[in-house]
């Protein structure tokens, strides 16, 4: 049973910085996606950031965190981080990191963690 874990969360003031690690265990090597949704007291969850084992990362434009946040994995870890810089206030909410081989239907996700961003 693949298991996701989160880490990193905590309280930081506008324009500082957190990263944020998660490790799946329990699966087979494969082509996968792993990444990170966020979201906000009373909003819809939100893609931030996902790549894939080969390493290809993406960031909807719908979200602005390019050139703020960075995604990275360690694959034979499967590991991967969010390096977050210059935060915000309104970056506030719990992240939440998923894995996902496209050959299954099931996502994996983790617990979550909390970031919250004071002014």
């Known amino acids: 049973q693949v298991q996701v874990l989160e880490s990193g969360g905590g309280l930081v003031q506008a324009g500082g910085s957190l990263r944020l690690s998660c490790a799946a265990s329990g699966v087979r090597f494969a082509f996968n996606y792993m990444g990170w949704y966020r979201q906000a007291t009373g909003k819809e969850r939100e893609l931030v950031a996902v790549?894939?084992?080969?390493?290809?990362?993406?960031?909807p434009q719908s979200v602005e965190v390019e050139g703020r946040f960075s995604i990275s994995r360690e694959n034979a870890k499967t590991t991967v981080y969010l390096q977050m810089n210059s935060l915000k206030p309104e970056d506030t909410a719990v992240y939440y990191c998923?894995?996902?081989?496209?050959?299954?239907?099931?996502?994996?996700w983790g617990q979550g963690t909390q970031v919250t961003v004071s002014s």
């Open positions: 998923y894995y996902h081989n496209p050959l299954e239907t099931q996502i994996f």
């Open positions: 790549i894939d084992s080969g390493g290809i990362s993406n960031y």
